[in-house]
């Protein structure tokens, strides 16, 4: 009789890019002793869309139906990102009452994110009745966005000096009922989750990154301030208005995924704070630079000639872009999201780097998950928050 032997072979394993804990077309190739993970690559590439090539061959007014398709779970910072840029190229002055606007809509967008990360983090490590849970709340808020904008998910709503159009009758009323609400559902969420026996076993001490090897590997948002690093774009940059609003930036100093989940639970917390003094603060006046229609160069052209004028609508107004380069940020939910910017006396950019938070804090993954078990690499990639649209771009 023949005894077979142990194999003692390493494992080869594909995980992605159709599993559907990857969030997205992300494909690992993970080496296996046993269910211990001795090496990870990830494969990135599957969603990319050219999104940086596109901008350059559009103007500004052009590529903002496109830019919401990066992270199109926080649509609102993508489009905040490519108005902000222009912007500061051009010194053009944003109206208060839009600048008010936009946190609003900013900080709604960044609640919503937050939701479609926990709902998707707690179904990954087997919690399934908050994945139910979050869509409830994420409903009113898109309701919000449609009755503000007339689109749900991408809205185009943002401009440069101001946003499209001012709120509608009775919607500052129904965000403050939105708000009282929610408080009520996050106070639900930490009452389900954050003393779960469960749910503690299988993120306390999971995924741990120290404060000096965030800052080195380059994270930022959440990933940074659950390593004990304050550090806000909020309050560092002074962008829009937040200087005006009493908030505190959250952070925890373990680094682990509970502390990851600690620090966006609170962030929606403040978030509601932040959009509540808003509202109630929110001034007169109007919701547009009327004063940015002095770049508009679209007057000049041979289109809006005497022979063409049956032929097509009005072409957008196109903003001459300056010779300078320039990089811009906001906090968006993953991280700071950047665009480098260089203009050339064109209405085209002459090159738009985007910096997408997912896909530097991406970058950790492999060390992260070596030496743990495979069950872990779920707990750890889900608390990263990834969305591959920003990531492949």
């Not at 409903?139 to 509608?168: K, Q, S, W």
């Not at 408080?183 to 990154?209: C, D, H, M, S, W």
């Amino acid at each position: 009789m023949t005894v077979s032997a142990t194999r003692k072979d390493l494992m080869i394993v594909n995980m992605g890019p159709h599993h559907p804990s990857m969030h997205g077309v992300l494909r690992l190739i993970i080496t296996l002793d046993g269910e211990d993970v001795i090496d990870c690559e990830p494969i990135l590439g599957y969603l990319h869309r050219g999104m940086e090539k596109i901008a350059e061959n559009r103007t500004i007014i052009q590529y903002l139906p496109y830019v919401t398709r990066w992270d199109y779970l926080a649509t609102m910072f993508t489009e905040a990102i490519t108005v902000n840029g222009p912007e500061q190229l051009g010194n053009i002055q944003v109206p208060k009452r839009a600048r008010y606007i936009r946190v609003i809509m900013l900080e709604l967008s960044r609640i919503a994110s937050h939701l479609l990360w926990l709902g998707p983090f707690m179904a990954d490590i087997g919690a399934q009745t908050p994945f139910f849970y979050i869509f409830r709340e994420r409903e009113l808020i898109y309701d919000l966005f449609e009755a503000a904008t007339g689109m749900r998910m991408m809205h185009n709503y943002f401009r440069i000096g101001g946003v499209a159009a001012d709120l509608p009758h009775g919607w500052i009323d129904k965000c403050l009922d939105f708000c009282d609400y929610f408080l009520t559902g996050v106070a639900e969420y930490q009452k389900l989750i954050t003393r779960n026996p469960i749910f503690l076993e299988r993120v306390e001490g999971v995924g741990v990154v120290g404060g000096e090897e965030a800052i080195n590997w380059g994270l930022s948002g959440p990933m940074l301030r659950a390593s004990g690093i304050q550090w806000d774009l909020r309050k560092v940059d002074h962008y829009e208005c937040y200087d005006e609003f009493d908030w505190e930036v959250q952070w925890q100093k373990e680094g682990d995924s509970l502390a990851r989940y600690l620090v966006r639970i609170g962030e929606m917390t403040e978030s509601i704070k932040i959009i509540q003094q808003a509202l109630e603060g929110i001034p007169g006046g109007p919701y547009e630079n009327l004063e940015a229609r002095r770049f508009d160069k679209a007057g000049d052209s041979d289109w809006n000639d005497f022979d063409y004028r049956f032929i097509s609508k009005k072409t957008s107004p196109t903003f001459e872009l300056s010779k300078q380069e320039l990089y811009v940020r906001v906090e968006a939910p993953k991280g700071e999201l950047g665009i480098f910017l260089i203009g050339d006396h064109s209405a085209f950019p002459w090159r738009w780097k985007i910096r997408p938070p997912g896909f530097i804090n991406l970058q950790i993954l492999p060390q992260l998950v070596k030496r743990m078990k495979l069950a872990d690499i779920m707990t750890i990639l889900g608390s990263i928050d990834i969305i591959m649209g920003e990531v492949d771009r």
